[in-house]
């Protein structure tokens, strides 16, 4: 989702710098947000940013609110700005610190792999031509102890095939990388999740296998795949999860709409290269639509009910239900959003329109998962001699955890 929201965001940054003297006159107009604690321990959301839009008229900024306040994209210069907005290392501002020569020039959420001895980091080189695209895997491995930095190219097979290729995911399973990907059929709408098998000691691809297609028999059928979030995208892990929706159109007279055929949750083997479904209770099939966490162990839902908002663990290894957590939020219509990190959950309500009447005000609630104990509870709220109102109004995008 959030590739999607960074176009979006990079084609207002060039409208915005266009008109940059017209940004600076509407400077006095952004108003000031903050996280602010009701209760618990203010350093429970120190690691917090929430990202999102201000919207004033014609005037759109983008914003990220923490609890020292807000920072509004028209503060920042050019290349900040676009530094901002094509970097996706959300989560990964350790390892800018700590390996900083190795990390230069590297981002990506689903691009890095991290143990006790290896920091391993992938990449794809396109170059896009009239009758074939060519696609290259670009890695480069830091070996921890000896600092040793190594760098080295591969050709994807079977690269004219697709129109466009993504990295998933990246672990390294014995002396085998493994990187999964998502490829665009070149000549359909098909989508394939590949699973590449590279030896690292011949530096070449070993095995280009096909775990899961989007292709559909029935003309009006179409798949759609959404990768789950991981706890912690570098961490070792020998399974990564994908949510298959299959729909079809529906036409009417003066519309066409998409109505669910079927669901199912589909765990991938990185070690074997197997897709296998994980059978799910009824009431944990993402309601509301919300993607679920994994860790090594256990997949993390949100669950709508009459008691409010559930967060519920479950154990795919053993197709049971751990625990339950009740929040104290109700999911309205509204929306919201959901993280875990580091044994901890994450849940903060995005109501519309906030800072205007009568928009309720964003809640964050953070949870020990496997006590349910609530270690804080804060709010979006607005600083300022107006704290009430204003002209314009904050929209909630997503949430992330340093």
């Known amino acids: 989702m959030k590739r999607y929201i960074i176009s979006i965001l990079l084609l207002s940054l060039i409208v915005l710098s266009i008109g940059a003297f017209y940004i600076q006159s509407a400077a006095s107009g952004s108003p000031q947000f903050s996280l602010k604690k009701q209760t618990g321990s203010e350093k429970e959301a120190d690691k917090v940013k929430i990202h999102g839009s201000y919207q004033n008229g014609n005037f759109i900024d983008v914003v990220t609110l923490t609890t020292d306040g807000s920072v509004y994209s028209k503060e920042m210069g050019l290349i900040n700005k676009t530094e901002q907005l094509f970097s996706d290392n959300d989560g990964n501002q350790d390892l800018d610190k700590k390996y900083r020569s190795f990390m230069r020039g590297k981002n990506g959420m689903n691009s890095f792999y991290e143990d006790e001895d290896h920091l391993i980091f992938g990449d794809i080189e396109y170059h896009f031509g009239q009758m074939a695209n060519d696609f290259t895997f670009k890695l480069s491995m830091l070996e921890k102890e ?68 989007t292709e559909n028999e029935a003309e009006n059928l179409f798949t759609d795949l959404q990768l789950l979030n991981s706890t912690n995208t570098r961490q070792p892990s020998q399974y990564a999860f994908f949510y298959k929706e299959i729909s079809k159109n529906i036409e009417m007279e003066e519309s066409t709409y998409s109505e669910p055929v079927s669901t199912e949750l589909i765990m991938i083997d990185l070690e074997i290269g197997k897709e296998i479904k994980v059978d799910v209770p009824d009431d944990l099939q993402m309601k509301p639509r919300i993607l679920p966490y994994y860790d090594s162990d256990l997949l993390y839902f949100t669950q709508s009910g009459e008691k409010g908002l559930q967060l519920v663990t479950y154990s795919y290894k053993d197709g049971k239900i751990v625990n339950s957590i009740g929040t104290g939020l109700e999911h309205g219509e509204s929306g919201f959003q959901f993280a875990v990190k580091n044994g901890k959950a994450y849940i903060l309500t995005t109501p519309d329109r906030i800072g205007q009447k009568p928009s309720s005000t964003p809640s964050l609630k953070i949870f020990d998962i496997k006590t349910g104990k609530e270690l804080y509870q804060g709010v979006v709220e607005l600083k300022g001699q107006d704290k009430n109102k204003t002209e314009g109004y904050l929209m909630i995008d997503w949430l992330t955890i340093e």
């Open 146 to 213: 000896s600092e040793t930095e190594k760098n080295f190219d591969m050709k994807i097979p079977n690269k004219e095939k697709y129109s466009f290729i993504s990295i998933e995911d990246i672990q390294l399973i014995g002396n085998k990388l493994k990187i999964l990907t998502r490829n665009a059929d070149y000549d359909s709408d098909n989508t394939e999740v590949h699973l590449y098998t590279i030896n690292l000691a011949n530096r070449e691809v070993e095995e280009d296998k096909t775990v899961v297609s």
